[in-house]
């Protein structure tokens, strides 16, 4: 959650009960110097600056809107809830504050209570379209995706250009394989946020799912052009490499080498348990690329002992082999692409 640097007008802030403020003048000091901390990026200390106004009396509900977003973005969820509500109680028509309290909830991984707390916004306000996006989020966090998709439908109607309704929809889509769909309302969503690069990243993994490459590659380089994350330009550069290899007609995949079949067997048995292949490689393999989880990177026709690679041919995407004797001793592997 990143808070917004806004520019507040200070005279704005009156307080809820002038009666117990001693002097008025002072809080609309402090709250300037507050200010003053989040244009810094001292959001710690734009706090101290709050909470010295709020226990001196400051109450208005927009004086308590702008202290629940500082304890957001300093995650005191509990705190920002309390305050939340406390806004509601001077401006009852506050509607969006409900969404807001049930974004806290989630956070503190109270998800019925966040779906209770944009249900009950929703009652309130049954035709807002981002009071439906924000209810099918937290539904689709809760695994009702079906009851997601309604307030989805809804949400796209009443305004067919909120974002987030068309972010949602597209993961709906992907999640029932139907691909087509998932890249239209991405497509959109590119559209209306031209530079967030998340539905640009989506729709070139989908255009990959469905073996058109070199469209993947210029969404890829379109979603690249738009990250800030050094980490996550990285993730996307090796996602056309990766694009790239199957281009060239290249496999990858990662191994686990042990000297005894038996300890081999054990592994196959903590795979179908469900342990974390990369995880056992590190634990247990001989190999040298053991530290990397067993990881091959990427290989042609021929380039691999005939055994393995016709193991990994048989293989689909994320599956793992039988124990495979080799020379060098019993191998598992997984295909990775």
Known sequence: MILKNVTIMIVSFIVAHSQQVKDVNDLVELVRQGEKQVELGKIRLALDYYEKAYNSG?????????LSELYLEMEQFEMAITILRNSLSEEPAQLELYSRIGEAQLALGQ?????????????????NSAIHSALAFLLIQAGSIDKAKVHLDSSVLLDSSNPEAHRL???YFAEIDSVDNAIKHYEILAK??????????????????????????????KAKERVVDPYVSLAIMENMEAVRALMDGKMRARYILVNSESLAIDIHKKLDNGEEFMDLARRYSVAPNANDGGDLGFFGSGELLPKFEEAVVQLMVGEYSDVIKITMGYVVIQRLN
Do not use: C, T, W
């Open 169 to 171: 929809l597209g993961f």
């Open 58 to 66: 400051a109450g208005s509900a927009q004086f308590l809107n702008r």
């Open 111 to 127: 998800l019925d209570s966040a779906i209770a707390s944009v249900q009950l916004a929703h009652k309130l306000m049954p035709q």
């Open 192 to 221: 209306l946020v031209p530079d967030d690069f998340e539905s640009f990243n989506n729709i070139a993994f989908l255009q990959a799912s469905r073996k058109q490459y070199v469209s993947a590659l210029e969404y890829y380089q």
